[in-house]
C-alpha cells in the first residue's frame, strides 16, 4: 500500500482511539464541572478527524493506492466508503455535531435527575436538526432515515427493515400474551439486599471465565452500560449495579463483555487499520447478545454458575433451588426498562424506539411532542403505563449522543445471534456440556475464528451466510424462543 495512504489510515484510527476514549471518560470519571471544557475538546478532535478524511491528497491516494493482498484491497474499500460520506458534511456541522452531542449528554444526565424532559428537550431539538442536515447531505432516495441506518447497519433500508419489525412484533404478541397467562416465576428477590461490592467481584470472575483479557481491557461503571474499544490491547466496558438484584449487573457484564471480546479479537495486524472493527454494529450486538442470553440465560450455564452466586450470596440465595432461579432469570413480563427486558418482550422495545425515531427523522414527530408519543407507544405495544421520563423517553442514552438508526441494530443483532448460536451448536461437540462445567472458552474461540477475526474484511450480512449458510431471518429466533420458553413455562407456543 502506499506508505502515506497507510500512515493516513492509522493516523484516523488512532483519532478515533483517543475521541473513543475522551468519550468513554465523560461517562465513568470526567468531573461534572469538566463537561463544557469536553464538549470543546470532542469538537476539536473530530474536526480534525474530518479535515484529515476529506484531505484532498487522501482521495488521490484512495484512487491510486497500489495495494497488494486482499486485505489491502478491503482497507482500502472501508476507507474509500467513509471518506465518500464524510466529504459531504461540511466541517462546521462535524463540529456542531460534536459540541452538540456533548452538550445534549450532560442536558440528559439533568434531566434525568430532574426527571423531566422539559430539561432535556432543547438539546434533543437541536440534535435531530442536525442529523436531518447531516443526512440530506449525505443523500438519500426519500428517507433521511435511511441515510443514518448506513451509518450503522450499512445496505439496511426502511423498506427491508419495517417489514422485518413488523413481522417480528406480530409474532412476539401473542407469545407474550401466552406467556403472561402462564403461573408467574416466584420473585426470588425481593425484600433482599445484594451487596453491590461482592456484585463487582461476582461480574469480574465471569469476564476472566468468558475469556476477556483484563491486562488489555477494563470494567467500570456507568449510568448506561457501553463497550468502548481504543484498540484490541485496550478495551472499555462498564456495568451497573442495583443492591436489590444482582441480575442487571450479571446479565449488563456479560452482554457488555461479549462486546469487548470482538474488540479485544481483531487480528493484531489488522489494529490501526480500517479492517479492525465489525462491519455493522448489527453484527457488534449479536455477540453481546448471544454470550447475554444464549449463554447467559441457559440452564447449563447456571448448572456451573449458580452455585458460585450462591456462595457469594448464601443468606439470600441458599435455599433457592437452580431450576427456581432458572424461572426467575428468563422471567418474560412487560417492563418499562428495555436493558432490563427479557428475550421475548425485548424487540418490541425496539419497534416503538424505531417508530419514533423514523417520525422525528421524517419531520412528522416533533420534539415537544416526543414524550407524549412514546408513552402513548408504549401503552399500545407493551400495555404499560409510563410514570416517570426515567422509565420512559429519559432511559436511553442514544438520543443524547445523537445516535439515531442505531436502535433496529440491537434486533438485527439478536437475529444474527440465533442463527450464529444454532450453527456453534452443531459445529462444538458437547457444547452444553462444557457451558456446565463453566467452560465458556470454547465458545469464545468459536466466535473468534467464526467472526472476530474476521474484522471487516466482509459486510454482516455476507459474513453471516458465510458463517450459518443463511442470511438475515427471524426463523432461528422465534423458534429458539418457542423451544426454550415453551419448556421452562409448560405452555405451547
Not at 81 to 99: F, H, N, S, T, Y
Amino acid at each position: 500500500m502506499h506508505p502515506p495512504l497507510f500512515a493516513r489510515m492509522q493516523e484516523l484510527r488512532d483519532l478515533t482511539a483517543v475521541i473513543g476514549l475522551a468519550s468513554w471518560d465523560q461517562e465513568t470519571y470526567l468531573p461534572r464541572k469538566g463537561d463544557v471544557a469536553r464538549a470543546a475538546q470532542l469538537a476539536t478532535l473530530q474536526g480534525l478527524y474530518h479535515e484529515r478524511l476529506v484531505d484532498p491528497r487522501l482521495g488521490e491516494w484512495l484512487d491510486s493506492p497500489h495495494t497488494t493482498g486482499d486485505d489491502e484491497v478491503a482497507m482500502v474499500r472501508v476507507l474509500k466508503k467513509e471518506r465518500l460520506r464524510a466529504v459531504k458534511i461540511p466541517g462546521a456541522l462535524v463540529k456542531a455535531l460534536a459540541e452538540a452531542q456533548s452538550k445534549a449528554l450532560s442536558g440528559w444526565r439533568a434531566a434525568r435527575d430532574a426527571q423531566s424532559f422539559a430539561v432535556f428537550r432543547p438539546f434533543l431539538e437541536r440534535l435531530v436538526a442536525l442529523r436531518q442536515e447531516q443526512a440530506d447531505a449525505w443523500g438519500h432516495e426519500g428517507e433521511r432515515y435511511d441515510a443514518l441506518l448506513e451509518g450503522f447497519e450499512p445496505g439496511m433500508r426502511v423498506k427491508r427493515l419495517l417489514p422485518v419489525l413488523e413481522d417480528l412484533a406480530q409474532r412476539l404478541t401473542p407469545m407474550v400474551g401466552k406467556l403472561e397467562a402462564a403461573p408467574k416465576p416466584r420473585d426470588i428477590f425481593a425484600g433482599k439486599r445484594f451487596e453491590v461490592d461482592q456484585q463487582w467481584a461476582f461480574t469480574m470472575g465471569l469476564l476472566e471465565a468468558m475469556g476477556f483479557d483484563l491486562e488489555a481491557g477494563r470494567q467500570d461503571r456507568s449510568t448506561h452500560p457501553f463497550t468502548s474499544g481504543a484498540h484490541p490491547s485496550d478495551v472499555r466496558l462498564t456495568t451497573r449495579l442495583f443492591p436489590e438484584s444482582p441480575l442487571s449487573a450479571i446479565f449488563g457484564t456479560i452482554h457488555e463483555g461479549g462486546h469487548g471480546l470482538y474488540e479485544q479479537g481483531f487480528p493484531p495486524e489488522l489494529a490501526r487499520t480500517t479492517l479492525a472493527q465489525a462491519p455493522s454494529m448489527g453484527l457488534h450486538e449479536s455477540q453481546s447478545r448471544l454470550w447475554e442470553n444464549l449463554v447467559g440465560r441457559s440452564a447449563p450455564f447456571w448448572t456451573y454458575f449458580y452455585p458460585k452466586l450462591q456462595a457469594t450470596f448464601s443468606a439470600q440465595l441458599g435455599g433457592v433451588p437452580l431450576a427456581d432461579f432458572l424461572r426467575a432469570t428468563n422471567k418474560v413480563e412487560r417492563s418499562f426498562i428495555r436493558v432490563e427486558a427479557d428475550e421475548v418482550t425485548y424487540n418490541l422495545h425496539i419497534v416503538l424506539r424505531t417508530e419514533l425515531e423514523l417520525g422525528l427523522v421524517r419531520g412528522e414527530l416533533q420534539v415537544k411532542d416526543l414524550e407524549a408519543a412514546w408513552n402513548e407507544k408504549t401503552k399500545a405495544l407493551l400495555g404499560l403505563t409510563v410514570t416517570a421520563p426515567t422509565h420512559g423517553v429519559l432511559q436511553d442514552i442514544h438520543w443524547a449522543w445523537g445516535e439515531f438508526g442505531y436502535f433496529p441494530t440491537y434486533t438485527l443483532g439478536n437475529l444474527y445471534a440465533a442463527s450464529l448460536w444454532k450453527r456453534a451448536l452443531g459445529d462444538i461437540t458437547g457444547l452444553d456440556a462444557h457451558l456446565a462445567r463453566g467452560d465458556l472458552l470454547p465458545v469464545r474461540n468459536w466466535l473468534r475464528e467464526k467472526i472476530h477475526r474476521q474484522g471487516y474484511r466482509h459486510e454482516a450480512e455476507a459474513l453471516i451466510r458465510a458463517v450459518t449458510g443463511q442470511g438475515l431471518t427471524d426463523v432461528d429466533f422465534v423458534e429458539a424462543l418457542r423451544s426454550k420458553y415453551s419448556a421452562l413455562y409448560g405452555v405451547a407456543l
